[in-house]
């Protein structure tokens, strides 16, 4: 697969990522409502954890793929946003195979800091005035990947970011997947 | 006893409220293994997308030399380099490369046609583009504005350098950039694949810019948006730079 195949998928997949947040809220929003909803978010609960590990794992693989594969240079920020999204794959996976309270947390804290990271590059590549020069080698404002028109790669961070938010917050307090989850527990 | 039976019985009271028909949660009626296959049917549809709607989109400028012939436009050029390299730039203000003999260097401008910025007595400007930095791509109209107001009149010599040239970043080729901006009537040089002509002149950010007056040597170097830096109006900042190149 080459760049640009790479890139073109790697967008979508963001895409389907941001869809998916969106959706899982929705969903959350109407269960009150709909027994289908309520059904769709207690089996989104029930593999969240493992889902939302999948989904630092493609971010973690294709930022390593821009880096390692492709040749762009990480600049400051994109180094913050690795720093919140590479342990996110340790933190969810492990909340995936225990049920550690600490873990959903520590991992909402972190996607918070690197969606608030990534919000803040997409936008200065943007408005790139607000740097006055390129860096030589790996300029924060500078775009090496845009799909779709909007698709950079901070904003394919920030889907990334929304997306594991959604997955760990949005199925919960729906009182049919809490009970779900405590028969689950309950069966070990 | 009957506190322990009073403690239990809310709890499944409450169950049995919200889930009256769930006495096997199991049995849902959307199980995760749909959940499972949907996510894997997605990532399917969307790898398949990727590679069907990847490649076909380059844009077409159409490159001509000097005799008005259509030429394939060249993107790199072998540099040569005569001369002392200068010092990669720190601090504008105290720069040692001030005074400094400036290299010599030649190479190729995209539609072939050789280019050297040599020691001829006249002072110049050159500036130092990529085509992938947004703040450079901010200041090309800028910079073909003033040339083709006159740029400093028949004082100064302007140039054009492309460095960090690279296929794996965006708004590649710069022979297409520069076209698609009307960039005309000053000599562009395309640097090497390691950008040989940036390392000469010290380049340490982009856009970058060397001023070099009458004598061969460097009277200022500086990088980044020159309005920006100068607080003018572009027109304005370029002649200022270009004072510096006159002054003495």
Known sequence: MDTETFSLFAALLAVVAALGAIGVVVLRLISGRSPFATDVLGA???????????????????????????????????????????????????????????????????????????????????????????????????????????????AMAFAGFAAILALIWA????????????ELVAQG | MSDDTAAK??????????????????????????IVAGVVVLIAIVGAMAIFLSGDDD?????????????????????????????????????PAIGMPAPEI????????PVEIFFDGRPKVISFLAHWCPVCQEELP?????????????????????????????????????????????PVLMDSDTSTAAEAFGLNAFPYWVVIDADGTVALRVSGLVTDLLDLPPTEAFDFLAQFAVAE
């Open chain 1, 44 to 154: 989104v609960h029930a593999i969240r954890f493992p889902l939302a590990a999948l989904v630092a794992a493609a971010s973690m693989g294709g930022s390593l793929y821009f880096s390692e594969v492709a040749g762009f240079p990480p600049c400051r920020y994109c180094w913050w946003q690795r720093f919140a999204m590479y342990p996110l794959v340790v933190v969810l996976g492990v909340a995936a195979v225990s049920s550690n309270r600490w873990l959903p947390r520590l991992a909402t804290a972190m996607a918070t800091i690197g969606a608030g990271i990534a919000a803040y590059h997409y936008q200065l590549q943007r408005f790139p005035d607000q740097g006055s020069s390129c860096d030589a080698t790996a300029p924060c404002t500078a775009i090496w990947v845009e799909e779709l028109g909007f698709v950079t790669i901070p």
């Open chain 2, 9 to 34: 019985r809310p709890k499944t009271t409450f169950e049995s409220l919200v889930n009256p028909q769930d006495d096997e949660p199991k049995s849902s009626s959307v199980p995760v293994l749909a």
């Open chain 2, 106 to 113: 030649s190479g190729l401008s995209y539609n072939g046609e």
């Open chain 2, 142 to 186: 800028q910079l073909v504005e003033w040339i083709d107001g006159g740029a400093a009149g028949d004082e100064v010599d302007v140039y054009v350098v492309a460095t960090a040239i690279t296929d794996e970043r965006p708004n590649f080729p710069p022979s297409a950039w520069f076209q698609s901006e009307g960039l005309s009537g000053v």
């Open chain 1, 171 to 182: 199925p919960r307090a729906v009182r049919r997947t809490a009970f779900v989850e405590d």
């Open chain 2, 59 to 95: 844009g077409d400028e159409v490159v001509t030399d000097a005799g008005g012939e259509v030429v394939d436009p060249i993107e790199l050029s072998e540099i040569t380099v005569d001369g002392d390299v200068l010092p990669r730039l720190e601090d504008p203000a105290s720069d």
